[in-house]
């Protein structure tokens, strides 16, 4: 049974930083990509960021570039949100995703990903 639990959420005031984890268990973790999502009320869940399964490659939304990163340590099976100069916008649910060997064309699509977390709540604060 795959399970993918999110921890690291929480309040904290703009321009801050926060770094999120994803732990991940029941699967071969270096054969999943890893994706993080988020939604904020009242809107869709959007990509944010993925990586690779070796974690030479990572994929992001412009507007989160440069302040996010996201890294993997595939001995530990864990996947990390580094967010850095948070914004009020960034208010949202932060889910962590995997697929089995996505494709890159792909790595962006919510359908991409069979399993979920359960989501950590990240606030930014004005």
């Known amino acids: 049974q795959v399970q993918l639990v999110e921890s690291g959420g929480g309040l904290v005031q703009a321009g801050g930083s926060l770094r999120l984890s994803c732990a991940a268990s029941?699967?071969?973790?270096?054969?999943?990509?890893m994706g993080w999502f988020r939604q904020a009320p009242g809107k869709e869940r959007e990509f944010v960021a993925a990586?690779?399964?070796?974690?030479?490659?990572?994929y992001w939304t412009d507007s989160m570039k440069g302040r996010f990163t996201i890294s993997r340590d595939n001995a530990k099976n864990t996947v990390y949100l580094q967010m850095n100069s948070l914004k009020p916008e960034d208010t949202a649910v932060y889910y962590c995703a995997a697929a089995y060997k996505p494709r890159d064309s792909y790595i962006r699509i919510i359908r991409t990903y069979p399993y979920w977390g359960q989501g950590t709540q990240v606030t930014v604060s004005s």
């Open positions: 029941g699967l071969t973790f270096r054969s999943y990509g």
């Open positions: 990586i690779s399964l070796s974690g030479d490659s990572t």
